[in-house]
């Protein structure tokens, strides 16, 4: 599998097109900021064993693949067995294109051909190396004859020793089932969600609600990186198993099911021609 490297200053950024447009490292003074690729990813190519991926054009889970959309009955493939939901969206299970690159940026761009999901569409990744981070941009355009339901998210994975802390302002989060699908809302204006990310019981793996945008993730040893998301991403999923070193923090447009929400909130309505686009900024600090 071929590496893109990108680098300013203390910043290096490898992408991985043919995984999904992954990102395959992201280090800052030789530190990683998100984990490492796992060696057995790159050889298989496996988002899942990235640094992080892209979620398009939609996020998280829809129950059971099927959803109607101005009364067309959509049924997608299930995507990642044995969960009975699709996941993820479909742009990580597919290669993508480099073009634009230079020795700070680069773009990476799948496009879809209608099938399952019944609408053309392209989709752009933007990196930019910065030499305190990086930003990352990832954008959706409806190539299709009829509106298309569009939903935007970044799955990165981090670090989380112990000791590891988040904050992020937040109004509440849903439970969820075994399958990780919403059951019921839980009203909580909480900052702080170190807790989550050090559960004791059972996983975290939840969707919290009031996402301003800005979050910080602090680590016990090193540096803290402060995410800061466009004005699309108001929902924050939190994936942290009990007693494992990585979790994921993603700033998304919309919760998990959405698109079978009274409302579909977060998604947006594309009209053919028209851009749907989240930009996430990474920042490190000491």
């Known amino acids: 599998m071929g590496l893109i490297r990108l680098s300013a200053g203390d910043t290096v950024v490898d992408l991985a097109p043919d995984a999904g447009g992954s990102i395959a490292a992201f280090r800052w003074r030789d530190r990683p900021v998100m984990r490492d690729a796992l060696p057995e990813a790159v050889g298989t190519r496996d988002p899942l064993g990235m640094s992080a991926f892209p979620l398009v054009p939609y996020s998280n889970r829809i129950a059971g693949g099927r959803f109607t959309w101005d009364d067309k009955r959509i049924q997608l493939p299930l995507n990642l067995p044995p969960s009975p939901h699709s996941i993820h969206g ?30 053309d569409f392209v989709a752009t990744q933007d990196f930019i190396a910065q030499p305190n981070g990086l ?16 939903g935007l998210g970044l799955h990165p994975y981090w ?8 904050h992020a302002p937040t109004t509440g989060w849903w439970r969820t089932d075994r399958w990780v699908m919403p059951t019921d809302w839980v009203e909580d204006q909480t900052v702080d969600l170190t807790p989550r990310l050090h559960p004791a019981e059972a996983d975290t793996d939840n969707v919290f609600a009031g996402f301003g945008g800005d979050a910080t993730i602090r680590w016990p040893d090193g540096p803290a990186c402060d995410i800061v998301a466009g004005k699309a991403a108001r929902w924050l999923v939190v994936w942290a198993p009990v007693g494992d070193t990585v979790t994921a923090i993603e700033a998304v447009s919309h919760p998990t099911d959405a698109l079978n929400t009274p ?24």
Request: positive net charge; glycine residues 12%; proline residues 6%.
């Open 90 to 119: 479909l742009g990580w299970q597919r290669p993508w294109a480099a073009s634009g690159v230079t020795a700070t940026q680069a773009r990476l761009t799948y496009v879809h051909v209608a099938d399952a999901w019944g609408w």
């Open 135 to 150: 930003d990352w941009v990832i954008a959706v355009t409806n190539h299709g004859t009829t509106d298309m339901p569009a």
């Open 159 to 166: 670090a989380n020793p112990a000791g590891t802390q988040l």
């Open 263 to 286: 409302g579909t909130p977060g998604i947006v309505r594309l009209a053919p021609g028209a851009t749907f686009a989240l930009g996430t900024s990474f920042r490190v600090r000491r």
